[in-house]
């Protein structure tokens, strides 16, 4: 499948090469592709908005603020879109709307999909690194497109899937970084997740 990231940094990076190890046909997004591509050699690298024209799917892995600037410069409707980003400020202040729904807001006929986006960058592509079961969550308000990106997620290895729901979930899903946060620092480094046991 032909897939877009955009976003070169750690996240973007582990994600676009954990895709192509799949097999996935994919090019990554930056805005400054020369830089990039020394970087990331192994990958191809475009623009964002050559990145996210090459994708039947993209792949959100900028930051709040930078994806809603970004996003508008990219034809992405009609395509799945999974969104892994968090707002910068989200550690700071509240969150007065959920990046995910403000993406689907800016942009109603793309099919997005929140998930990964409280996981750290190496185990979004090798959950089975933590040598325990633990859990990712997932939302949409499109069901075929969360069925869709489910099974991607079982082909980077991922088990205990959580379907949260419609989008409405995005403001759970996004408050979880303070969280996520205080945990990396109380443990030395992100190399941990969350579970959801159940009975």
């Known amino acids: 499948m032909k897939i877009g990231v955009l976003g070169t940094g750690q996240v973007g990076s582990a994600v676009g090469g954990k895709l192509a190890g799949l097999g996935h046909d994919v090019m990554m997004g930056s805005r400054d592709p020369q830089a990039a591509s020394r970087k990331l050699p192994q990958l191809r690298v475009g623009t964002q908005a050559e990145a996210a024209a090459h994708g039947a799917w993209v792949v959100n892995a900028l930051p709040g603020e930078a994806a809603l600037v970004a996003l508008r410069t990219c034809e992405i409707d009609g395509k799945i879109l999974i969104d892994i980003g968090n707002y910068d400020s989200a550690v700071d202040q509240p969150i007065v ?103």
């Open 97 to 199: 709307e959920p990046l995910g729904q403000a993406i689907q807001r800016e942009h109603p006929k793309v099919r997005l999909v929140k998930t990964l986006n409280s996981v750290s960058a190496h185990l979004m592509v090798d959950p089975a690194a933590l040598g325990k079961r633990h859990s990712v969550f997932i939302a949409s308000n499109d069901e075929a497109a969360k069925r869709e990106v489910t099974s991607l997620l079982q082909s980077m290895g991922w088990q205990d899937i959580v379907d949260l729901g419609d989008l409405g979930a995005c403001r759970a899903m996004e408050q979880l970084i303070p969280l996520w946060m205080s945990l990396e620092s109380k443990l030395g480094g992100p190399h941990f997740n969350l579970a959801v046991v159940r009975d």
